[in-house]
């Protein structure tokens, strides 16, 4: 019997490691209409929010590869905190120093090279957060034109995708998801609908617009479960 419980255990164990990582609902989150506030490295010199509903905190330092220093102090901010990373794909001459990992890719597959980018700024990230001692299974992949990124949209959902299988690969039963402006998302992946949620920015300081598109504002063609819009800090209100 004993034999038998482990075998049936492990096997359950690689089953969900292969399923999407998605959650029902915002809820997961906070409750539906809490507001909460999204911080990373240029709030490091700011005063922590007062009885915030949940947080989310940025690994990176702005960049795919670099730090943010302030990481294990934000989270701390929150008892509800999930963590974001920022994206991009520098380009075929940066990504061939990952040309052997996770993929073999040959010099000239440019596809293969921005997957295994992605998919080593993924780890990266993840690498960096656990040395902060800051273990979250919720993570968003912050996706803005600010960061480099190719003009060959394939490319760029090459080094997403790659970055979501290191998340996968690395962590406990994670839920994904993106956070972009909607706009943004079509310049850099021709609109990819990949199901995942949504973390929209509004690009604006009003609550009600916020709440307004929790509706209709889907880029990625799943659920939105945040929008974001800015005061002293970014607020994100989350939805139904």
């Known amino acids: 019997m004993a034999k038998t419980f482990v075998s049936l255990l492990l096997f359950g164990v690689a089953v969900a490691l292969c ?44 960049l795919a590869f670099r730090p943010n220093r302030c990481l294990f102090r934000e989270a701390h901010w929150f008892e509800k905190v999930s963590l974001y990373l920022n994206t ?11 040309a052997d990992h996770p ?25 960096y957060a656990a040395k902060q001692d800051v273990h979250e299974s919720t993570w968003w992949l ?17 080094s997403l995708q790659g970055m979501v299988d290191a998340i996968k690969r690395h962590s406990l039963f994670p839920t994904i998801g993106f956070y972009a402006y909607p706009g943004q998302w079509r310049t850099i992946t021709g609109g990819w609908q990949n199901g995942y949620p949504n973390w ?14 929790c509706k209709g504002q889907s880029f990625t063609g ?3 479960w945040l929008t974001q819009y800015t005061t002293r800090l970014d607020d994100d209100y989350v939805c139904e």
């Open 19 to 62: 399923m999407p990582p998605t959650l029902a609902s915002a809820t997961g989150i906070s409750p539906a209409g809490a507001v909460g506030y999204d911080v990373s490295w240029p709030n490091c010199r700011v005063s922590p929010p007062k009885n915030p509903s949940f947080g989310i905190v940025g690994v990176s330092g702005g």
């Open 88 to 98: 991009g794909y520098a380009g075929m001459k940066r990504a061939e120093q990952f």
């Open 103 to 127: 993929r073999k890719c040959s010099h000239d597959d440019e596809a293969c090279l921005a997957y295994d980018f992605g998919y080593n700024a993924g780890a990266y990230a993840l690498d």
């Open 142 to 158: 912050d996706v803005e034109t600010v960061n480099s990124w190719s003009d060959t949209v394939s490319y760029n959902r090459a």
């Open 200 to 213: 929209v920015a509004t690009g604006g300081d009003n609550y009600k617009l916020a709440v307004s598109w």
């Open 222 to 224: 799943g659920p939105t």
